[in-house]
């Protein structure tokens, strides 16, 4: 089975995934899903040491993160393994790794040995917390990284300590932005007709994820606190109790602020001196809240959303995740995408997020299983049925 492109938008481009856990497959995901043709890269079963680190192959998370894909198994400790790849990669357009950085030059997978081999190549690294610097050594970890990029520190109610958020998204974060990188790099190459190396890492992609947080600090030298449900400093936006549970409303704004006021049946609070403009309802949030909860008790949540909607007062409900993937408007986007595995049968994985309205991305295969493809790939690049006979006599696939 030659690969089978899950769009015609990426198509033309062969990428050498060297990744695993999480940061590197999800950017890998990001290209397989628009057709890329990615050749899942994985040690044969005994050689590496944190072989499983990814979870169970059969898994949700295994599975959602390597569709699309092509897999093929190799030794690259061995310098038949290193020869095979050295192959592979003469052709290729991308390699993807998130090995600790100095894993890289012992394995010849570095951007200046790929260079030499083929000029066009683009190299994408994701790291903990760089490439080089102080921490350099250090294994990197969604919540280390959590911790680091100050995440943690806004994240929770106040005075209860610092709480990860519940999505590891300093791995996909870095992921994301890695695959960015890759596709600005493959952009620049159709001028340059030159490859580069891309670089993330979990602390930088954490410390972007704050944003308007991280920027308080830099511009103004505040310090932000954790507040909970709140906005940190839009209010009223916060998580707000009803008669049966809990919405999220969000009336920063004046505007809003009437609007919500005006659909509570509360409109005295708009006479209020503490509530008067944006600073003064951030400064005032407990008993802004405290009047919000207590004018919201008589009506369940389905009421109020109702109601509010109504009066153009953006809201939501909150819910676990059965009733996410229940909602209409969750179907109706198709966030949940249906995959054939040869042994699973029919599963569901997470939809691509990125709609392109020509070329879409789809769900063309499901994860391989470990070296489904590799007497399929070696074949591609060359090597004769013996040949592949005896790479496998040696080990090295």
């Given at each position: 089975?030659?690969?089978?492109?899950?769009?015609?938008?990426?198509?033309?481009?062969?990428?050498?995934?060297?990744?695993?856990?999480?940061?590197?497959?999800?950017?890998?995901?990001?290209?397989?899903?628009?057709?890329?043709?990615?050749?899942?890269?994985?040690?044969?079963?005994?050689?590496d040491a944190n072989e499983g680190m990814g979870g169970p192959r059969e898994g949700p998370d295994f599975q959602n993160l390597h569709r699309n894909k092509r897999s093929m198994t190799l030794n690259?400790?061995?310098?038949?393994?290193?020869?095979v790849f050295a192959r592979l990669a003469k052709n290729a357009d991308v390699v993807v790794e998130n090995y600790r950085p100095d894993v890289k030059f012992r394995l010849g997978v570095d951007y200046e040995s790929l260079k030499a081999i083929n000029p066009r190549i683009i190299l994408a690294s994701i790291s903990g917390f760089g490439q080089d610097g102080?921490?350099?050594?250090?294994?990197?970890?969604?919540?280390?990284?959590?911790?680091?990029?100050?995440?943690?520190?806004?994240?929770?109610?106040?005075?209860?300590?610092?709480?990860r958020t519940g999505?590891?998204?300093?791995?996909?974060?870095?992921?994301?932005?890695?695959a960015l990188g890759i596709?600005?790099?493959?952009?620049?190459?159709?001028?340059?007709?030159?490859?580069?190396?891309?670089?993330?890492?979990?602390?930088?992609?954490?410390?972007?994820?704050?944003?308007?947080?991280?920027?308080?600090?830099?511009?103004?030298?505040?310090?932000?606190?954790?507040?909970?449900n709140d906005h940190p400093t839009s209010m009223p936006t916060s998580a707000y109790a009803t008669a049966d549970g809990h919405i999220n409303i969000g009336a920063s704004g004046e505007g809003m602020w009437v609007r919500l006021c005006k659909a509570i049946e509360r409109p005295e609070l708009l006479t209020?001196?503490?509530?008067?403009?944006?600073?003064?309802?951030?400064?005032?949030?407990?008993?802004?809240?405290?009047?919000?909860n207590a004018a919201l008790a008589g009506k369940t949540s389905a009421q109020w959303i109702e109601i509010l909607n109504a009066a153009g007062v953006p809201c939501g409900p909150i819910y676990?995740?059965?009733?996410?993937?229940?909602?209409?408007?969750?179907?109706?986007?198709?966030?949940?995408?249906?995959?054939k595995h040869p042994k699973l049968g029919d599963i569901q994985v997470i939809n691509q997020a990125v709609?392109?309205?020509?070329?879409?991305?789809?769900?063309?295969?499901?994860?391989?299983?470990?070296?489904?493809?590799?007497?399929?790939?070696?074949?591609?690049?060359?090597?004769?049925?013996?040949?592949?006979?005896?790479?496998?006599?040696?080990?090295?696939?």
């Open positions: 089975m030659t690969h089978i492109p899950a769009s015609t938008a990426l198509s033309r481009f062969r990428v050498l995934d060297l990744s695993r856990v999480r940061a590197g497959p999800t950017c890998v995901k990001q290209l397989a899903d628009f057709g890329a043709d990615v050749i899942k890269i994985e040690s044969p079963p005994g050689v690259l400790k061995l310098p038949e393994g290193r020869e102080p921490y350099v050594d250090r294994p990197g970890f969604d919540q280390i990284a959590q911790g680091m990029t100050g995440l943690m520190s806004v994240t929770g109610h106040p005075g209860q300590g610092p709480m999505a590891a998204i300093a791995d996909v974060s870095a992921g994301l932005y890695a596709l600005t790099a493959l952009l620049e190459r159709e001028a340059s007709g030159q490859g580069q190396w891309v670089q993330s890492s979990l602390l930088m992609s954490g410390i972007a994820l704050l944003d308007f947080q991280a920027a308080r600090y830099l511009m103004k030298g505040e310090v932000p606190p954790q507040v909970g209020r001196k503490e509530f008067e403009g944006g600073e003064n309802r951030a400064k005032n949030r407990i008993p802004l809240n405290a009047e919000i676990n995740m059965d009733q996410v993937f229940a909602d209409p408007q969750v179907q109706h986007i198709h966030a949940a995408a249906k995959v709609g392109l309205s020509r070329t879409p991305a789809t769900m063309a295969s499901a994860t391989p299983e470990i070296g489904q493809h590799t007497d399929e790939v070696l074949a591609e690049v060359g090597y004769s049925a013996a040949e592949i006979a005896s790479l496998r006599k040696n080990k090295a696939v």
